[in-house]
Protein backbone atom coordinates (compact mmCIF):
# COMPACT_ATOMS: atom_id res chain seq x y z
CA UNK A 1 0.00 0.00 0.00
CA UNK A 2 1.84 3.25 -0.93
CA UNK A 3 1.08 6.81 0.32
CA UNK A 4 0.93 10.05 -1.53
CA UNK A 5 2.60 12.92 0.73
CA UNK A 6 1.62 15.99 -0.22
CA UNK A 7 3.63 18.93 0.75
CA UNK A 8 1.49 21.57 3.01
CA UNK A 9 2.91 24.87 2.37
CA UNK A 10 3.30 26.86 5.49
CA UNK A 11 1.97 30.34 5.67
CA UNK A 12 4.70 32.51 7.80
CA UNK A 13 3.94 36.35 8.11
CA UNK A 14 6.51 37.92 6.06
CA UNK A 15 8.81 40.10 8.44
CA UNK A 16 8.73 43.71 7.07
CA UNK A 17 12.05 45.51 6.84
CA UNK A 18 12.67 47.68 9.53
CA UNK A 19 12.44 51.52 8.06
CA UNK A 20 15.57 53.65 8.19
CA UNK A 21 13.55 56.12 10.48
CA UNK A 22 13.48 53.60 13.29
CA UNK A 23 17.08 53.00 12.89
CA UNK A 24 18.30 56.65 13.21
CA UNK A 25 15.63 57.52 16.19
CA UNK A 26 16.92 54.26 17.97
CA UNK A 27 20.36 54.91 17.05
CA UNK A 28 19.78 58.81 18.79
CA UNK A 29 18.64 57.49 21.64
CA UNK A 30 21.04 54.20 22.29
CA UNK A 31 23.58 57.29 21.66
CA UNK A 32 21.70 59.56 24.48
CA UNK A 33 20.92 56.51 26.97
CA UNK A 34 24.85 55.21 26.61
CA UNK A 35 25.97 58.99 27.74
CA UNK A 36 23.39 59.30 30.43
CA UNK A 37 24.50 55.87 31.84
CA UNK A 38 28.16 57.13 31.58
CA UNK A 39 27.09 60.73 33.25
CA UNK A 40 25.54 58.87 36.04
CA UNK A 41 28.49 56.73 36.87
CA UNK A 42 31.18 59.75 36.67
CA UNK A 43 33.07 58.86 33.19
CA UNK A 44 31.83 61.43 31.59
CA UNK A 45 31.95 64.98 32.58
CA UNK A 46 29.42 68.25 32.13
CA UNK A 47 31.91 69.43 29.79
CA UNK A 48 31.70 66.49 27.49
CA UNK A 49 28.01 66.10 28.35
CA UNK A 50 27.82 69.72 26.74
CA UNK A 51 30.31 68.74 23.69
CA UNK A 52 28.36 65.33 23.21
CA UNK A 53 25.29 66.81 23.67
CA UNK A 54 25.79 69.56 20.83
CA UNK A 55 27.32 67.30 18.24
CA UNK A 56 24.13 65.13 18.19
CA UNK A 57 21.62 68.74 17.91
CA UNK A 58 23.61 69.67 15.11
CA UNK A 59 23.57 66.16 13.82
CA UNK A 60 19.98 65.62 14.19
CA UNK A 61 19.10 69.25 11.82
CA UNK A 62 21.80 67.95 9.48
CA UNK A 63 19.62 64.59 9.65
CA UNK A 64 16.31 66.47 9.09
CA UNK A 65 17.87 68.63 6.64
CA UNK A 66 18.78 65.52 4.44
CA UNK A 67 15.70 63.36 5.22
CA UNK A 68 13.46 66.60 4.62
CA UNK A 69 14.54 67.16 1.31
CA UNK A 70 16.71 70.07 1.83
CA UNK A 71 14.52 70.99 4.72
CA UNK A 72 11.24 70.88 3.46
CA UNK A 73 9.79 70.27 6.68
CA UNK A 74 8.36 72.76 9.49
CA UNK A 75 10.19 69.96 11.38
CA UNK A 76 13.32 71.61 10.43
CA UNK A 77 13.33 74.93 11.16
CA UNK A 78 11.05 74.41 15.04
CA UNK A 79 14.97 71.96 15.45
CA UNK A 80 17.10 75.01 14.84
CA UNK A 81 15.12 77.45 16.49
CA UNK A 82 15.83 75.03 19.37
CA UNK A 83 19.65 75.00 18.33
CA UNK A 84 19.52 78.54 18.64
CA UNK A 85 17.48 79.42 21.47
CA UNK A 86 18.31 76.76 23.63
CA UNK A 87 21.21 75.74 22.36
CA UNK A 88 22.76 78.67 21.59
CA UNK A 89 25.24 78.85 24.69
CA UNK A 90 26.59 75.53 24.22
CA UNK A 91 27.68 76.32 20.87
CA UNK A 92 29.17 79.13 22.25
CA UNK A 93 30.94 77.17 25.17
CA UNK A 94 32.40 74.58 22.59
CA UNK A 95 33.81 77.48 20.47
CA UNK A 96 35.91 78.68 23.59
CA UNK A 97 33.37 81.46 23.67
CA UNK A 98 31.91 81.05 27.65
CA UNK A 99 33.24 79.40 30.37
CA UNK A 100 30.64 77.82 31.77
CA UNK A 101 27.19 77.78 29.55
CA UNK A 102 25.11 76.79 32.65
CA UNK A 103 26.15 79.97 34.12
CA UNK A 104 23.19 82.03 34.74
CA UNK A 105 23.95 85.94 34.79
CA UNK A 106 20.89 86.96 32.70
CA UNK A 107 17.88 89.33 34.59
CA UNK A 108 20.01 88.36 37.92
CA UNK A 109 21.63 90.79 40.28
CA UNK A 110 23.22 87.88 42.00
CA UNK A 111 24.42 85.08 38.80
CA UNK A 112 24.36 81.37 39.70
CA UNK A 113 25.02 78.44 38.21
CA UNK A 114 23.41 74.72 38.69
CA UNK A 115 24.54 71.76 40.24
CA UNK A 116 26.36 68.96 37.48
CA UNK A 117 23.03 66.62 38.12
CA UNK A 118 20.58 69.63 37.33
CA UNK A 119 23.13 70.56 34.25
CA UNK A 120 22.43 67.12 33.02
CA UNK A 121 19.02 67.27 33.61
CA UNK A 122 19.10 70.12 31.19
CA UNK A 123 20.73 68.64 28.67
CA UNK A 124 18.59 65.40 28.69
CA UNK A 125 15.74 67.21 28.75
CA UNK A 126 16.43 69.14 25.49
CA UNK A 127 18.18 66.21 23.41
CA UNK A 128 15.44 64.12 24.38
CA UNK A 129 12.36 66.85 23.02
CA UNK A 130 14.32 67.26 20.11
CA UNK A 131 14.61 63.28 19.22
CA UNK A 132 10.93 62.96 19.83
CA UNK A 133 10.00 65.94 17.90
CA UNK A 134 11.83 64.45 15.13
CA UNK A 135 10.74 60.39 14.73
CA UNK A 136 6.74 61.58 14.39
CA UNK A 137 7.87 64.06 11.79
CA UNK A 138 10.63 61.17 9.70
CA UNK A 139 8.18 58.48 10.66
CA UNK A 140 5.30 59.72 8.77
CA UNK A 141 6.88 61.80 5.92
CA UNK A 142 6.29 61.79 2.33
CA UNK A 143 7.45 63.86 -0.85
CA UNK A 144 4.84 66.32 -1.03
CA UNK A 145 4.80 68.16 -4.50
CA UNK A 146 4.13 71.70 -4.77
CA UNK A 147 0.47 72.94 -4.64
CA UNK A 148 -1.54 74.31 -7.04
CA UNK A 149 -2.93 76.98 -6.65
CA UNK A 150 -4.72 77.91 -9.77
CA UNK A 151 -8.41 78.24 -7.67
CA UNK A 152 -6.76 80.02 -5.36
CA UNK A 153 -4.98 82.87 -7.76
CA UNK A 154 -9.13 83.91 -8.43
CA UNK A 155 -8.81 85.76 -4.98
CA UNK A 156 -5.13 87.57 -5.90
CA UNK A 157 -7.22 91.19 -7.65
CA UNK A 158 -8.76 91.26 -3.99
CA UNK A 159 -6.12 90.48 -2.10
CA UNK A 160 -3.84 92.92 -3.61
CA UNK A 161 -6.57 95.75 -3.67
CA UNK A 162 -6.78 94.87 0.18
CA UNK A 163 -3.14 94.91 0.70
CA UNK A 164 -2.56 98.36 -0.83
CA UNK A 165 -5.52 99.96 1.16
CA UNK A 166 -4.14 98.89 4.36
CA UNK A 167 -0.35 99.24 4.34
CA UNK A 168 -0.46 102.88 4.53
CA UNK A 169 -2.59 102.30 7.47
CA UNK A 170 -0.06 100.01 8.84
CA UNK A 171 2.75 102.15 8.20
CA UNK A 172 1.30 105.18 10.07
CA UNK A 173 0.34 102.75 13.02
CA UNK A 174 3.67 101.51 13.30
CA UNK A 175 5.14 104.92 13.20
CA UNK A 176 2.89 106.19 15.50
CA UNK A 177 3.98 103.28 17.93
CA UNK A 178 7.42 103.83 16.98
CA UNK A 179 6.90 107.89 17.81
CA UNK A 180 5.08 106.89 21.28
CA UNK A 181 7.76 104.45 22.43
CA UNK A 182 10.52 106.72 21.99
CA UNK A 183 8.48 109.26 23.95
CA UNK A 184 8.13 106.95 27.07
CA UNK A 185 11.49 105.84 26.97
CA UNK A 186 12.21 103.46 23.98
CA UNK A 187 12.15 100.19 23.39
CA UNK A 188 11.51 98.58 27.19
CA UNK A 189 7.85 100.54 27.37
CA UNK A 190 6.57 97.49 25.10
CA UNK A 191 6.87 95.67 28.13
CA UNK A 192 6.38 98.39 30.40
CA UNK A 193 2.35 99.52 29.49
CA UNK A 194 1.82 97.78 25.88
CA UNK A 195 -2.29 98.94 26.53
CA UNK A 196 -0.97 102.51 26.70
CA UNK A 197 0.77 101.83 23.89
CA UNK A 198 -2.08 100.03 21.76
CA UNK A 199 -4.40 102.93 22.97
CA UNK A 200 -1.93 105.85 20.76
CA UNK A 201 -3.66 104.73 17.62
CA UNK A 202 -7.27 104.72 17.52
CA UNK A 203 -9.20 101.14 17.43
CA UNK A 204 -9.70 101.77 13.90
CA UNK A 205 -6.50 101.80 12.85
CA UNK A 206 -5.73 99.14 14.61
CA UNK A 207 -8.69 96.60 13.20
CA UNK A 208 -7.64 98.01 9.65
CA UNK A 209 -3.97 96.66 10.52
CA UNK A 210 -5.42 92.87 11.43
CA UNK A 211 -6.16 92.18 7.60
CA UNK A 212 -3.07 93.35 6.47
CA UNK A 213 -0.77 90.56 7.46
CA UNK A 214 -3.36 87.15 5.94
CA UNK A 215 -3.55 89.46 2.81
CA UNK A 216 0.20 89.79 2.56
CA UNK A 217 0.39 85.76 3.10
CA UNK A 218 -1.72 84.68 1.27
CA UNK A 219 -0.38 86.94 -1.91
CA UNK A 220 3.11 85.58 -0.97
CA UNK A 221 1.16 81.86 -1.06
CA UNK A 222 -1.07 81.81 -3.67
CA UNK A 223 1.12 84.92 -6.50
CA UNK A 224 3.47 82.33 -9.19
CA UNK A 225 4.96 85.85 -10.42
CA UNK A 226 7.95 86.28 -8.90
CA UNK A 227 8.54 89.97 -9.52
CA UNK A 228 5.24 90.42 -7.64
CA UNK A 229 5.85 88.63 -4.90
CA UNK A 230 9.25 90.46 -4.58
CA UNK A 231 7.57 93.49 -4.74
CA UNK A 232 4.99 93.15 -2.35
CA UNK A 233 7.19 91.29 0.35
CA UNK A 234 9.73 94.77 0.47
CA UNK A 235 6.32 96.51 0.47
CA UNK A 236 4.57 94.51 4.16
CA UNK A 237 8.67 94.43 5.28
CA UNK A 238 8.72 98.08 4.50
CA UNK A 239 6.36 99.38 6.75
CA UNK A 240 7.84 97.09 9.76
CA UNK A 241 10.67 99.44 9.30
CA UNK A 242 9.71 101.73 12.49
CA UNK A 243 9.05 98.29 14.94
CA UNK A 244 12.95 97.50 13.72
CA UNK A 245 13.82 100.47 14.43
CA UNK A 246 12.42 100.48 18.09
CA UNK A 247 14.17 97.50 18.24
CA UNK A 248 11.43 94.51 18.23
CA UNK A 249 12.52 91.78 15.74
CA UNK A 250 10.97 88.65 16.36
CA UNK A 251 8.07 88.82 14.50
CA UNK A 252 9.24 90.09 11.57
CA UNK A 253 12.37 87.17 12.18
CA UNK A 254 10.38 84.59 12.63
CA UNK A 255 8.19 85.58 9.58
CA UNK A 256 10.72 85.44 7.41
CA UNK A 257 11.30 81.93 8.64
CA UNK A 258 8.25 81.05 7.93
CA UNK A 259 8.15 82.59 4.40
CA UNK A 260 11.07 80.57 3.50
CA UNK A 261 9.10 77.18 4.11
CA UNK A 262 6.76 78.44 1.82
CA UNK A 263 9.15 79.09 -0.61
CA UNK A 264 10.40 75.57 -0.08
CA UNK A 265 7.02 73.68 -0.34
CA UNK A 266 6.18 76.11 -3.89
CA UNK A 267 9.28 74.85 -5.41
CA UNK A 268 10.83 70.68 -5.51
CA UNK A 269 14.13 71.87 -5.99
CA UNK A 270 16.76 71.49 -3.27
CA UNK A 271 17.71 75.32 -2.21
CA UNK A 272 21.48 76.50 -2.82
CA UNK A 273 23.49 75.57 0.44
CA UNK A 274 26.19 78.92 0.07
CA UNK A 275 22.94 81.07 -1.03
CA UNK A 276 21.16 79.91 2.28
CA UNK A 277 24.45 80.14 4.34
CA UNK A 278 24.41 83.64 3.53
CA UNK A 279 20.44 84.51 3.80
CA UNK A 280 21.08 83.24 7.64
CA UNK A 281 24.60 85.45 7.79
CA UNK A 282 23.39 88.94 6.92
CA UNK A 283 19.94 87.57 9.30
CA UNK A 284 22.09 87.68 12.13
CA UNK A 285 23.98 90.77 11.23
CA UNK A 286 20.74 92.89 10.93
CA UNK A 287 19.65 91.13 14.21
CA UNK A 288 22.56 92.27 16.22
CA UNK A 289 22.97 95.43 14.65
CA UNK A 290 18.95 96.10 15.92
CA UNK A 291 19.57 94.96 19.52
CA UNK A 292 23.40 97.25 19.67
CA UNK A 293 20.73 100.30 18.65
CA UNK A 294 18.00 99.36 20.86
CA UNK A 295 20.48 99.02 23.77
CA UNK A 296 22.45 102.28 22.56
CA UNK A 297 25.71 100.97 22.25
CA UNK A 298 28.37 102.78 20.94
CA UNK A 299 31.29 100.72 19.50
CA UNK A 300 33.42 99.98 16.30
CA UNK A 301 34.07 96.93 16.95
CA UNK A 302 32.75 94.18 14.07
CA UNK A 303 33.01 91.33 17.20
CA UNK A 304 29.54 92.57 18.80
CA UNK A 305 27.72 92.17 15.49
CA UNK A 306 29.19 89.06 14.36
CA UNK A 307 27.54 85.71 14.48
CA UNK A 308 28.95 84.28 17.61
CA UNK A 309 27.41 87.07 19.19
CA UNK A 310 24.16 86.77 18.36
CA UNK A 311 24.50 82.85 18.86
CA UNK A 312 25.31 83.39 22.81
CA UNK A 313 22.97 86.21 23.19
CA UNK A 314 19.54 84.43 22.15
CA UNK A 315 21.25 81.32 23.69
CA UNK A 316 19.71 82.85 26.94
CA UNK A 317 16.89 80.66 27.25
CA UNK A 318 18.77 78.02 28.28
CA UNK A 319 18.60 79.80 31.44
CA UNK A 320 15.01 79.56 31.56
CA UNK A 321 15.29 75.93 31.06
CA UNK A 322 17.79 75.67 33.68
CA UNK A 323 15.58 77.60 36.73
CA UNK A 324 12.87 75.80 35.52
CA UNK A 325 14.52 72.82 36.20
CA UNK A 326 16.51 74.32 39.81
CA UNK A 327 12.66 75.47 41.01
CA UNK A 328 10.16 73.17 39.63
CA UNK A 329 8.10 73.66 43.06
CA UNK A 330 8.14 77.23 42.71
CA UNK A 331 5.85 77.25 39.45
CA UNK A 332 4.44 74.43 39.61
CA UNK A 333 1.36 74.99 41.84
CA UNK A 334 0.02 77.63 38.74
CA UNK A 335 0.41 75.23 35.33
CA UNK A 336 -3.15 75.31 35.04
CA UNK A 337 -3.51 79.13 35.01
CA UNK A 338 -0.36 79.08 33.01
CA UNK A 339 -1.79 76.88 30.41
CA UNK A 340 -4.98 78.85 30.46
CA UNK A 341 -3.67 82.45 30.03
CA UNK A 342 -1.18 80.97 26.96
CA UNK A 343 -4.73 80.75 25.27
CA UNK A 344 -5.49 84.67 25.91
CA UNK A 345 -1.50 85.55 25.12
CA UNK A 346 -2.62 86.88 21.25
CA UNK A 347 -5.55 88.47 22.97
CA UNK A 348 -4.08 89.93 26.28
CA UNK A 349 -0.31 91.49 25.94
CA UNK A 350 1.59 90.53 29.61
CA UNK A 351 3.93 93.48 30.50
CA UNK A 352 4.74 94.86 34.24
CA UNK A 353 1.51 97.31 34.47
CA UNK A 354 -0.76 93.80 34.33
CA UNK A 355 1.32 91.69 36.36
CA UNK A 356 -0.06 88.84 38.72
CA UNK A 357 1.28 86.23 40.11
CA UNK A 358 0.50 82.80 38.69
CA UNK A 359 -0.66 83.88 35.13
CA UNK A 360 2.09 83.95 32.39
CA UNK A 361 4.94 81.53 33.30
CA UNK A 362 7.35 83.61 31.57
CA UNK A 363 6.33 86.89 33.80
CA UNK A 364 6.72 84.69 36.72
CA UNK A 365 10.19 83.58 35.67
CA UNK A 366 11.56 87.34 35.23
CA UNK A 367 10.18 88.26 38.41
CA UNK A 368 11.47 85.04 40.58
CA UNK A 369 14.88 86.68 38.63
CA UNK A 370 15.03 90.27 39.23
CA UNK A 371 11.50 91.75 39.75
CA UNK A 372 13.20 95.39 40.16
CA UNK A 373 14.27 94.53 35.97
CA UNK A 374 10.59 93.28 35.11
CA UNK A 375 8.93 96.30 36.52
CA UNK A 376 11.29 98.36 33.98
CA UNK A 377 10.33 96.70 31.20
CA UNK A 378 12.90 93.63 31.33
CA UNK A 379 11.84 89.46 30.67
CA UNK A 380 13.82 86.01 30.43
CA UNK A 381 11.04 84.91 27.91
CA UNK A 382 9.67 81.29 28.05
CA UNK A 383 10.23 77.88 26.58
CA UNK A 384 8.16 75.03 25.57
CA UNK A 385 11.05 72.67 27.09
CA UNK A 386 10.74 74.52 30.73
CA UNK A 387 7.17 74.58 30.49
CA UNK A 388 6.44 70.96 30.01
CA UNK A 389 8.86 69.99 32.55
CA UNK A 390 7.08 72.16 35.35
CA UNK A 391 3.98 70.70 33.91
CA UNK A 392 4.76 67.43 33.81
CA UNK A 393 8.65 66.73 34.40
CA UNK A 394 10.01 64.60 32.32
CA UNK A 395 7.88 62.53 30.80
CA UNK A 396 5.65 65.79 30.63
CA UNK A 397 8.34 66.67 28.03
CA UNK A 398 8.44 63.53 26.10
CA UNK A 399 4.46 63.68 25.79
CA UNK A 400 4.41 66.98 24.71
CA UNK A 401 7.51 66.86 22.58
CA UNK A 402 5.69 63.96 20.82
CA UNK A 403 2.45 66.04 20.12
CA UNK A 404 4.60 68.78 18.95
CA UNK A 405 6.22 66.39 16.30
CA UNK A 406 3.29 65.29 15.81
CA UNK A 407 1.32 68.50 15.17
CA UNK A 408 4.77 69.67 12.84
CA UNK A 409 3.72 66.85 10.79
CA UNK A 410 0.14 67.67 10.96
CA UNK A 411 1.30 71.02 9.54
CA UNK A 412 3.45 69.78 6.73
CA UNK A 413 0.73 67.60 5.09
CA UNK A 414 -1.84 70.34 5.63
CA UNK A 415 0.55 72.06 2.79
CA UNK A 416 -0.71 69.61 0.32
CA UNK A 417 -3.06 72.40 -0.92
CA UNK A 418 -2.79 76.85 -1.49
CA UNK A 419 -5.14 76.96 0.71
CA UNK A 420 -3.94 74.48 3.47
CA UNK A 421 -0.40 76.28 2.72
CA UNK A 422 -1.80 79.50 3.43
CA UNK A 423 -3.38 78.63 6.99
CA UNK A 424 0.17 76.93 7.96
CA UNK A 425 2.21 79.94 7.20
CA UNK A 426 -0.57 82.31 9.51
CA UNK A 427 0.72 79.59 12.55
CA UNK A 428 3.66 78.70 11.66
CA UNK A 429 5.69 81.98 13.25
CA UNK A 430 4.21 81.43 16.23
CA UNK A 431 4.88 77.44 16.20
CA UNK A 432 8.89 78.41 15.81
CA UNK A 433 8.79 81.32 18.52
CA UNK A 434 7.73 77.98 21.01
CA UNK A 435 11.28 77.20 21.63
CA UNK A 436 11.66 80.94 23.40
CA UNK A 437 7.68 81.31 23.96
CA UNK A 438 5.00 80.29 25.23
CA UNK A 439 3.50 76.56 24.79
CA UNK A 440 -0.05 77.59 23.82
CA UNK A 441 1.02 80.39 22.58
CA UNK A 442 0.31 78.95 18.81
CA UNK A 443 -3.30 78.14 19.72
CA UNK A 444 -4.14 81.43 20.99
CA UNK A 445 -2.58 83.16 17.65
CA UNK A 446 -4.98 80.78 15.20
CA UNK A 447 -7.90 81.70 17.47
CA UNK A 448 -7.02 85.85 16.73
CA UNK A 449 -5.97 84.94 13.11
CA UNK A 450 -9.03 83.38 12.22
CA UNK A 451 -10.81 86.12 13.21
CA UNK A 452 -8.75 88.24 10.43
CA UNK A 453 -8.88 85.24 7.96
CA UNK A 454 -12.76 85.96 8.61
CA UNK A 455 -12.98 89.48 8.19
CA UNK A 456 -11.27 88.91 4.91
CA UNK A 457 -13.53 87.08 3.95
CA UNK A 458 -16.35 89.27 4.84
CA UNK A 459 -14.66 91.25 2.21
CA UNK A 460 -14.25 88.73 -0.55
CA UNK A 461 -18.15 88.63 -0.23
CA UNK A 462 -18.80 92.38 -0.23
CA UNK A 463 -16.02 92.25 -3.28
CA UNK A 464 -17.42 89.88 -5.16
CA UNK A 465 -20.91 91.18 -4.83
CA UNK A 466 -20.00 94.55 -5.77
CA UNK A 467 -18.54 93.37 -8.55
CA UNK A 468 -21.37 91.52 -9.34
CA UNK A 469 -23.87 94.08 -9.24
CA UNK A 470 -21.32 96.34 -11.32
CA UNK A 471 -20.84 94.03 -14.31
CA UNK A 472 -25.08 93.36 -14.33
CA UNK A 473 -25.36 96.99 -14.41
CA UNK A 474 -23.16 97.35 -17.08
CA UNK A 475 -24.38 94.24 -18.94
CA UNK A 476 -27.78 95.91 -18.71
CA UNK A 477 -26.92 98.96 -19.99
CA UNK A 478 -25.36 97.29 -22.96
CA UNK A 479 -28.49 95.53 -24.15
CA UNK A 480 -30.64 98.95 -23.91
CA UNK A 481 -28.23 100.87 -25.86
CA UNK A 482 -28.16 98.46 -28.58
CA UNK A 483 -31.90 97.34 -28.46
CA UNK A 484 -33.61 99.63 -31.41
CA UNK A 485 -35.73 102.44 -30.47
CA UNK A 486 -39.69 101.49 -30.15
CA UNK A 487 -39.24 98.19 -28.77
CA UNK A 488 -38.85 97.79 -25.37
CA UNK A 489 -35.54 98.69 -23.78
CA UNK A 490 -34.91 101.40 -26.04
CA UNK A 491 -34.98 104.83 -26.55
Not at 148 to 158: F, N, S, T, V
Not at 276 to 291: E, G, K, P, S
Not at 303 to 309: D, I, K, L, S
Request: aromatic fraction near 14%; hydrophobic fraction near 50%; glycine fraction near 10%.
Amino acid sequence: MSTATQSIPAFVPASRPLPAAAFEVLGYLGVVGIGTLCFLLGWLGTNGAVVLGTLLLLGLIVLAWNRFDGGRHPCFLFLCMLMLFQGGRLISYCLGGLADPFYIEFMTAHPFTISRDEAGTVLLLILVSAICIYAPCRWNYRFLLPPDGAKARRYLPYLYWILLCSLPIQLFKNYRYFQYAQEHGGYLFLFVDHAALAASVPLFVRAISLITFPAFVAIFVFEKRKKLVYVTTLLYFGTSVFILLLGSRGVAFTLIVALWYVARMKSSKRPRTLRLALLVLVLMLVANVINLVRSGSDTDSLREVGPATFVTQQGVSLAVTEVAVKYRKVFHPYVISYLFHDLLSAFQVADASNFVVGRRFDADMAVFLNAQLYKVGYGSGGGYVAEAYVVGGFCGVVVISLLVGAGLHWLYAGSRTALGLFVVAMILPEVLWMSRGSLLGWASVMIRNSISIFLLLLGWWFYISLFSVHQVSRSTNHRMDSSPAGLPGGG
